[in-house]
């Protein structure tokens, strides 16, 4: 059972503590922060391995990076441990100062080579996440010669190729560059693997807190960092894995809980009447869309992907299904990434729809699958849009699934048509580019398993152009670069852009200082303050 007494326990005692009962307690104490969030994805905290939605939020907050984005203007990169740098005119060397005031839970300070064994660490494990700085040309023979601490405080990063200025600094401060304290991961090495084990479950960051306990799908707690210098209203936060949303608000309003971060469309209007809580809405990187498969050969022609584009109803779906958890988007940039249009030249017209269709040779229409995920809003949407393509003639049949099922299905193209969610990799417009556009071997060999491929969809023009954007020096031209191919990608690609996710969190009135940031990573604990 979760009591006051469990929330206030030393960190040995929590770890042994059993936390799944719903008990109901009067309060949560004040010096502790209880928020109820769906945490089951979390597979490693470990830097270099971590890659899902909670365990890199709570990363963010454990550990520190060279840079980060300006979370108050995320168009701008700022100074993390790196107080200054300098890039060389070829684009090609980074030069870091790191500061002298960052300290780990060791109480040993930063080092430049702690941040040289960090950024080489990702290089040579290699784990899920490693490709964010590997695209690079990074490799386990050129890093340690490529990557070095020139002294005690400066750290230097050649790159093998050219890249974007931007596009290197937003993926260092993706949470695959946080860095690791040398000493305490080799301390716990297990054959040859650079503490990548032990740092499952413990942490070696730099930021304000350190990861006490984690029982999966159960619960996390970070305690703060005593040696970190940063100031923090709460010195402990108890994140307890709530899957059921319901139960999330029942805990909120009883008092069981002072942050809930699932709540779905209705709850949060529920939420709404409660004068004793409020809400915190950021918008999210997170995309929803529709994407053909171009094996399927309706869907090879241009006219039949724009009659899909122009059925779409995307304002009654926003207003009707999700109108507190998403905006319209239609574009492959989210709003706030570099490069990102705001525009949205689709709405609903059947009867344009129609005549596309008849133009591509499908006056009668065609049968097509639909797959996506078995939860909300999911269903809700497939439903909307079956009825909106079944108004002009394309006749869809639901397949609903887990996601598991609904990932692997279009990993191994074998969908028609599908409803799914990306998320981006790091900050910077790259990500999304390559995702969508980039198919340079559509064989089933090709290394660049990504959306574009998964969608059999090649477009030699733009697959040149996300190259050419990612090794563009000139910002201005960059941003020219990305505003052509969302415009050419409404014209001619397979993927329809639907809707673009706010992030949401409902809290207790008494509690103030949560940022509740646009990617899992930019959220911050250190400022949560309870009255």
Not at 102 to 125: C, I
Not at 387 to 394: F, H, K, Q, S
Not at 457 to 465: G, H, S
Not at 472 to 477: N, S, V
């Amino acid at each position: 059972m979760l009591t006051r007494r469990t929330l206030l326990a030393s960190s040995a005692a929590i770890a042994a503590a059993p936390l799944a009962g719903e008990a109901a307690i009067a309060a949560t104490p004040k010096n502790v922060v209880v928020m109820a969030k769906e945490i089951d994805d979390i597979i490693s905290f470990d830097p270099a391995q971590s890659y899902e939605f909670s365990d890199t939020e709570v990363d963010a907050n454990v550990y520190r990076k060279l840079v980060s984005p300006d979370l108050k203007d995320l168009s701008k990169i700022g100074p993390d441990l790196a107080t200054r740098w300098e890039v060389s005119d070829e684009g090609r060397t980074f030069t870091f100062h790191l500061t002298e005031d960052a300290y780990f839970p060791s109480g040993k300070p930063v080092t430049a080579a702690d941040a040289e064994f960090s950024l080489r660490r990702v290089v040579t494990l290699n784990l899920t996440p490693g490709f964010i700085v590997t695209q690079f040309g990074f490799t386990k023979d050129n890093v340690e010669k490529l990557i070095r601490a020139t002294d005690p405080h400066t750290l230097v990063v050649q790159l093998p190729k050219i890249a974007a200025t931007s596009f290197v600094l937003y993926c260092l401060s993706a949470n695959v560059g946080a860095i690791v304290e040398k000493e305490t991961a080799l301390a716990h090495q297990e054959k040859g693997d650079l503490g990548n084990h032990w740092l499952t479950s413990h942490s070696a960051g730099a930021g304000p807190y350190q990861l006490t306990s984690w029982s999966a799908n159960d619960h996390v707690i970070i305690d703060v960092n005593p040696h970190s210098g940063i100031p923090v209203a709460t010195k402990r936060i108890f994140i307890r894995h709530i899957k059921d949303p319901a139960t999330q608000l029942l805990m909120l309003r009883r008092g069981d809980a002072d942050i809930a971060r699932d709540l779905t469309t209705d709850l949060l209007k529920t939420a709404s009447t409660d004068p004793n809580l409020y809400r915190i809405t950021t918008p999210s990187t997170d995309q929803l869309y529709l994407a053909g498969n171009q094996a399927y050969a309706p869907l090879k022609k241009t006219a039949v992907l724009q009659a899909i584009k122009w059925a779409i109803d995307y304002a009654g779906i926003q207003k009707n299904i999700t109108p507190d958890n998403y905006i319209v988007n239609q574009a492959f940039e989210p709003t706030m990434i570099l490069g990102a249009v705001d525009e949205t030249p689709f709405q609903k017209d059947p009867a344009k729809a129609r005549s596309l269709l008849a133009a591509a040779g499908y006056a009668n229409g065609f049968t097509a699958t639909l797959d996506h995920f078995s939860d909300h809003p999911y269903t809700d949407i497939a439903e909307a849009v079956q009825a909106d393509l079944g108004a002009i003639g394309i006749k869809v049949s639901l397949l609903p699934g887990t996601r598991k099922q609904v990932f692997t299905k279009m990993r191994a193209r074998q969908h028609q048509l599908i409803i799914s969610e990306w998320y981006p990799d790091y900050f910077d417009p790259n990500s999304n580019a390559q995702a969508f556009n980039s198919n340079p071997d559509d064989s089933d060999n090709s290394p660049l398993k990504i959306i574009a491929w998964r969608n059999h969809f090649f477009d030699p023009k733009l697959t040149a152009e996300a190259d050419a954007a990612a090794q563009e020096l000139d910002t201005a031209k960059r941003i020219e670069i990305y505003h052509s191919m969302q415009r050419r990608a409404w014209e001619i690609s397979p993927i329809a852009f639907m809707l673009q996710e706010n992030s949401i969190a409902v809290v207790r009135k008494n509690v103030t200082g949560f940022v509740l940031g646009a990617q899992s990573d930019f959220t911050r604990y250190g400022g949560i303050s309870k009255a």
